[in-house]
């Protein structure tokens, strides 16, 4: 999904550089609420770490072999945790692909999205960068209840 659409936006890229599809309006002035457009980031999120495109290819890619390498420790045997690392792992190969095919080195970026309660314009983001997001969060609220449960579940065990 995130190849192909960056692929349809790379295609379309000088058309939506200067004229985004409006997705979701509904807001007074020059701004939407959702639209579809055409950046390029060679940095990470909010474009951290810019000038080190290289660093970040590196570390997209050792974040793959490390989870591949400690997939056991990560219970990677159960569904949960496999839907959540796919998309994390997703996420990730699908920058990694942009960061080493495309010259120059950076990431294809085009969901933009403004949230007018407080007039801030988020910046622009991809399908790989939803799957990052949505599997870390994932991961997260897991971890949450997996700890309650175990904690639960020490409770009621007999004490010997």
Same mark, same amino acid.
């Given at each position: 999904?995130?190849?192909?659409?960056?692929?349809? #936006?790379? /295609?379309n890229?000088?058309?939506?550089?200067?004229?985004?599809?409006?997705?979701? $309006? %509904?807001?007074?002035g020059? =701004?939407a609420? *959702? /639209?579809? !457009?055409?950046v390029t980031?060679? %940095?990470a999120?909010?474009?951290?770490l810019?000038?080190?495109?290289?660093? *970040?290819t590196?570390?997209?890619?050792?974040?793959? +072999?490390?989870?591949?390498?400690?997939?056991?420790?990560? /219970?990677?045997? =159960?569904?949960?945790?496999?839907?959540i690392?796919?998309?994390?792992? %997703?996420? &990730?190969?699908g920058?990694? !692909?942009?960061? &080493?095919?495309?010259?120059p080195?950076? #990431?294809?970026?085009?969901? $933009?999205i403004? &949230?007018?309660?407080?007039?801030? $314009?988020y910046?622009?983001?991809?399908?790989?960068?939803s799957?990052?997001?949505? %599997?870390?969060?994932s991961?997260?609220?897991?971890? *949450?209840?997996e700890?309650?449960? =175990?904690?639960?579940?020490? /409770? +009621? =065990?007999?004490?010997?």
């Open positions: 999904m995130d190849l192909l659409s960056k692929s349809w #936006v790379v /295609e890229a000088q058309k939506l550089r200067y004229d985004p599809i409006v997705f979701i $309006d %509904g807001i007074s020059k =701004e609420f *959702l /639209e579809i !457009t055409y980031n060679p %940095g999120a909010w474009s951290m810019s000038d080190y495109p290289e660093f *970040l590196a570390l997209a890619a050792f974040a793959l +072999l490390a989870i591949f390498i400690f997939r056991k420790h990560l /219970e990677l045997s =159960e569904m949960p945790q496999q839907l690392f796919g998309s994390i792992c %997703g996420g &990730i190969a920058n990694l !692909t942009d960061r &080493i095919f495309r010259e080195a950076a #990431v294809v970026d085009f969901i $933009d403004y &949230i007018p309660v407080v007039s801030y $314009d910046p622009v983001f991809n399908v790989a960068d799957g990052i997001f949505v %599997g870390a969060a991961y997260f609220i897991w971890s *949450l209840f700890a309650r449960s =175990e904690k639960l579940n020490k /409770e +009621l =065990e007999p004490s010997p």
